[in-house]
Structure formats: structure tokens, C-alpha cells
């Protein structure tokens, strides 16, 4: 019996990473789904590869959306700085990149509905980084409604369910899930800077190598990470 598919966006993080290894410990049949945006961080298409790999995942796609054209975002703009000092509670990081989710899962949800994919897997959270408003759950509520009006499967009552198991999570508890699941961390990129090692310094880096040392593997923090 063949099992249902998932579509997964893999972006070469810890946190899609180990989003995509839910799903297919939940038995789905996982088509992995890769963007390059322009990103400055371009290293995460390479990890990407590897994490599809890695898992044995059915297919991976990698698609241009060229988000980096008018820039307004820290991560496809190198005239604005990557920010280090920490995030702030209600201020919006440089680092969002406007429209990027909305793009990225309307996408998926078109790759999802030609493959009767059942569910399009997520590895968004709301924890980390709150300032994001395209990573909380009242964005997935309302792009779930839109989903199900949009498309031909949604009318028929069987659409494309967005499917974000981390939205809630803390980092330290999506590390625990990564190890747990053989999640390749350390061929996993989180760093927001474009060098070919990790910097350690900018939010991203920070964030994930505090979570690393919480769960007990210092080893695999950026100052260790090749």
C-alpha cells in the first residue's frame, strides 16, 4: 500500500530538517521543496541537498524566486547589517524577508495539490522568532482558510493540510527531536551571515548554539562546525 505524501519545504535549517523527519516518522512519503531566493546565506541550498539525502527523502526540488531583486530584508540585501544584539520582543527583525513564507507556501501548496500530497509540512516557530509575523499560528489559521478556498482538492473537501509541529516549540526541545529522529545536525546551516562557516554571532547562530548546549551537545555549536 502506498503510503500518503508530504510535501516538505527544506530550507537546509535544523528546524525544517527535523519538521521533514516528523513527517516521515508519521509514515508519509516526503517530496522535500528547496528555494533560492536570492538568499545571502547561500550555503542552505547545500545543506538543504544533504539533508534530503540524509533522510532518504522521494524527491527534492530546488526552485528560483528571486526575492533578492528588491531586496528589504538583512538576508537578500548586503547593504543592511545582520543583527547581533539579540531579538527584541515586539520589534520585527532586518532579517524578515517580506512575503517570503506566503510565497514559499503557495508554492508548496501548488506542488502539493498536483502530487495529492495530504499534508505540506512546515518547520516555522513562533518561540525564536516571535518578531516574524509569517511564522505564527494565526497567519497558518488564516493561509489554511485561503488554502482550502484556492484550490481544486480544497472545494472537494480534501485539500492540502498545512502542518507546522513546531510552531510552539523551544529550540532546545526541536535539538532533543533532531537527535532523537537522526536529524544530521551538523550538516544542517542556520547562520544568517554568507561565509562558508558559521559566524556564531548573528541571531540565528546564537539561538541554535544556546539550544545545543542546553541539550548537551556543545560539540556541534558553531565554533566546532567546519
Known sequence: MTSATAIALLSGGLDSATAAALALEDGFRVIGLSFDYG???????????????????????????????????????????????????????????????????????????????????????????????????????????????????????????????????SKTRIVEEALRLDVPIQATWSCYSGGSTPCGVCDSCRIRDAALREAGRADLCSANQP
Open 39 to 169: 538568499q545571502r546565506h547561500r550555503r542552505e541550498l547545500e545543506a538543504s541537498a544533504a539533508v534530503a539525502d540524509h533522510l532518504g527523502l522521494a524527491e527534492h526540488h530546488r526552485i528560483a524566486v528571486n526575492l533578492a531583486a528588491w531586496g528589504g530584508s538583512a538576508l537578500t540585501d548586503a547593504a543592511i547589517t545582520i543583527p547581533t544584539d539579540g531579538v527584541q520582543d515586539g520589534v520585527i527583525p532586518p532579517t524578515y524577508v517580506p512575503g517570503r513564507n506566503t510565497v514559499f507556501i503557495a508554492i508548496g501548496l501548488s506542488l502539493a495539490e498536483a502530487r495529492g500530497a495530504e499534508r505540506l509540512v512546515l518547520g516555522v516557530n513562533a518561540v525564536d522568532y516571535s518578531g516574524y509575523p509569517d511564522c505564527r499560528p494565526d497567519y497558518l489559521h488564516a493561509f489554511q482558510d485561503l488554502a482550502d478556498l484556492a484550490s481544486k482538492a480544497g472545494r472537494e473537501g480534501h485539500g492540502t493540510q498545512l502542518w507546522a509541529p513546531l510552531v510552539h516549540w
